[in-house]
């Protein structure tokens, strides 16, 4: 049986997918964050939830131009998500398993990206 929900095209893109799935794995790397560091979790959360967002609404532009602009953003705010992890790492915030399966993620959703905006 299949799904009923509507979809839209957007949601067809590996990159999309991937970036929903980086997504779903920086919620839960939140969730172990401790107290004082609420500064780089709500940066952590911003720049996650950029990606798709900043896909989707590329995807959605008429023009390849505009189209760009936003797969741009998109591959901007996923090295901030890298920048991020590595701060994570060096402050003993994430394991290591965490850590490889979150950085091959973006490693795979920014290759994309470039490919995209260009």
């Known amino acids: 049986m299949q799904d009923a929900t509507p979809r839209l095209h957007h949601e067809d ?3 999309y997918q991937a ?10 790397l939140l969730d ?3 107290r004082g560091y609420g500064t780089m ?5 911003r720049a996650s939830l950029s ?3 900043n896909l989707a609404e590329g995807y959605g532009k008429r023009s390849q131009v505009d189209r760009a602009r936003f797969y741009d953003i998109a591959r901007g705010s996923a090295h901030e998500c890298g920048a991020l992890l590595d701060a994570t790492r ?3 915030l994430v394991d290591e398993r965490t850590f490889l399966d ?3 993620l973006l490693h795979r959703i920014i290759s994309m990206l470039v490919k995209m905006s260009s």
Do not use: M, R, Y
């Open 19 to 28: 970036s929903i799935a980086f997504l779903a794995l920086a919620a839960k």
């Open 41 to 45: 979790a709500d940066q952590l959360k």
């Open 51 to 53: 990606v798709p967002l």
């Open 102 to 104: 979150a950085k091959t």
């Open 90 to 92: 060096v402050l003993g």
């Open 13 to 15: 893109l590996d990159s």
């Open 32 to 34: 172990q964050f401790p």
